[in-house]
């Protein structure tokens, strides 16, 4: 059975940082794309980052560009997201997503498997 499974939220003031991690089992992921969502209440979900398998593309949202750095560790199964310049429009729950790609590209069209979500709330 395939597990995502998100740690890293927190509360945090504006202007901090964390980091998310989201450790996958289940299977190899080595040729799978990952990634991390968010939603919070009234805003559609949005894809936030992703990463290919090899490690050679990312995509991130014109919003956390700068400031949001995704990374795996494929040995692990590991993905990340470390955190930056957080403001309160940041605060979301943040799902950790995957799905195999076999062109080994970053974003996927549609994810098949998501963690549970981690809340991250960034006080004013």
């Known amino acids: 059975q395939v597990q995502l499974v998100e740690s890293g939220g927190g509360l945090v003031q504006a202007g901090g940082s964390l980091r998310l991690s989201c450790a996958a089992s289940g299977r190899a992921f080595s040729r799978y794309a990952m990634g991390w969502f968010r939603q919070s209440p009234g805003k559609e979900r949005e894809l936030v980052a992703a990463?290919?398998?090899?490690?050679?593309?990312?995509y991130y949202a014109e919003s956390v560009k700068g400031r949001f750095t995704i990374s795996r560790d494929s040995a692990k199964n590991t993905v990340f997201l470390q955190m930056s310049s957080l403001n309160p429009e940041d605060t979301a729950v943040y799902y950790c997503?995957?799905?195999?790609?076999?062109?080994?590209?970053?974003?996927?069209?549609?994810?098949?498997?998501w963690g549970q979500g981690t809340q991250v709330t960034v006080s004013s």
């Open positions: 990463i290919n398998w090899s490690r050679t593309r990312v």
């Open positions: 997503v995957a799905d195999y790609s076999d062109s080994d590209v970053a974003v996927r069209p549609k994810y098949e498997y």
